[in-house]
């Protein structure tokens, strides 16, 4: 005949398991908070900036001989008979947005004048005006790329 002996139940086993679960519970918490820590600065920051394409109005706007300037987007239009270029108002100087003046620009920053097609006509800008993409969207809207210079007298042929 086998006896089974009683066993004994230590004095302070619901406290120990009480401890056990609080400190599990920490341990986990602490895990969280460590992850979600490392994936926010683990993740790249990065800031692509505003589009670099900007709509310039409808086709039938720019009409022969307007130069029309957009300031939040620094660039202008400007179309003689049957072609449209872009030119970017940002002045080559120190960054300010350059204004439409009778003939040319003028940068209201430091006084540089340019002529209607960009050039320096007295400093202190450094250059002058960049031309950039001008293209026309399905919807018959100019669009300006704001990062892509292209060569001076860089015309798009407007349709008739
Ligand atoms: S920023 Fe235009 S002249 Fe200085």
Excluded: K
């Amino acid at each position: 005949m086998a006896v089974i002996a009683p066993t004994r139940v230590a004095p302070n086993a619901g406290r120990r398991r009480a401890l056990a679960l609080v400190s599990t519970g920490a341990l986990a918490l602490a895990g969280l908070i460590f992850g979600a820590v490392g994936l926010r600065f683990g993740l790249p920051r990065v800031s692509w900036g505003p589009p670099s394409r900007v709509l310039a109005g409808r086709e039938e706007a720019i009409g022969p001989g307007a130069r029309v300037a957009l300031g939040e987007a620094s660039v202008a239009l400007w179309r003689v008979e049957d072609r449209v270029a872009a030119l970017g108002l940002v002045c080559t100087h120190l960054g300010c947005t350059v204004a439409l003046s009778d003939d040319g620009f003028a940068c209201p920053c430091h006084g540089s004048l340019f002529d209607g097609r960009g050039r320096v006509l007295d400093g202190p800008a450094p250059a002058g005006l960049p031309w950039l993409r001008v293209s026309r969207t399905p919807a018959g809207e100019w669009e300006v790329d704001t990062r892509a210079v292209v060569p001076e007298d860089t015309w798009l042929e407007v349709r008739s």
